[in-house]
């Protein structure tokens, strides 16, 4: 069984700050994680996920996360923050066996200071 | 645009009076899950149908039923709702279950019991 560990559950940054929200998982087999994003009253948005291939890997809105298979995570970052970014993050593991199972970590708000 | 449309977006119920949840998709995905979000806690999965079969996770309780009557539609059937049942419902879809298929979120429905 896999587990996601998000340390910060709030995180407040000035705008054009830049942002690191971290992510820990824990699991037997090799894993698939993802980042997802959750706007005030909305459903979550998938911004990133890691597959394979390249640890550092891109997605929507400037967010980029790095896979650390020694250290076990897969941290979320952007250099410089908008008001817009403000929202719940929530990163995610699966595992590569055919699990379509989806383990979320306990999520992360992220809160822009103008 | 193709999407994932739940329906209502808020519903209010009260103590023991059954409830049904509505979710379609014009994706034309094979795989439809069902997750409940309590406030500040991370995203669960109750179930998922692949197709037509119904796959339910362990520890979701017997109060908690589905039903996928054709492609683009699911149900969530709360059959006598507690005050511990109050959470978002959010429903996703997929292609498959494969190592490339991304889950599709809606904007989840609100449900309130009294």
């Known amino acids: 069984a896999q587990s996601v560990t998000q340390l910060d559950s709030q995180v407040p940054v000035f705008e054009e700050a830049p942002v690191e929200l971290r992510c820990n998982y824990s699991s037997s087999v090799s894993v698939y994680l993802f980042w997802y994003v959750q706007y005030p009253n909305q459903g979550l948005q998938l911004l990133l996920k890691?597959?394979?291939?390249?640890?550092l890997v891109k997605g929507i809105n400037g967010f980029e996360a790095e896979f650390n298979k020694s250290q076990t995570s897969f941290h979320l970052r952007k250099p410089s923050v908008h008001i817009s970014d403000t929202a719940e993050y929530f990163c995610?593991?699966?595992?590569?066996?055919?699990?379509?199972?989806?383990?979320f970590g306990t999520g992360t708000r992220l809160t822009i200071i103008p | 645009d193709a999407m994932v449309i739940q329906n209502p977006r808020y519903q209010v119920t009260q103590f023991g009076k059954p409830v049904t949840l509505s979710c379609s998709q014009t994706l034309n995905h094979n795989v439809m899950y069902w997750y409940q979000q309590k406030s500040s806690q991370a995203p669960k999965l109750l179930f998922h149908?692949?197709?037509?079969?119904?796959?339910n996770e362990a520890d979701t309780p017997d109060n908690f039923q589905s039903r996928r009557p054709n492609t683009s539609f699911c149900f969530l059937d709360i059959r006598s709702p507690g005050l511990g049942d109050a959470a978002m419902y959010l429903c996703?879809?997929?292609?498959?279950?494969?190592?490339?298929?991304?889950?599709?979120f809606g904007p989840g429905t609100r449900l309130t019991v009294l």
């Open positions: 995610a593991v699966r595992d590569n066996f055919g699990n379509e199972k989806l383990t």
């Open positions: 890691y597959l394979s291939g390249s640890t």
């Open positions: 149908y692949y197709d037509k079969d119904f796959n």
């Open positions: 996703a879809t997929s292609r498959g279950t494969g190592r490339t298929d991304t889950q599709y």
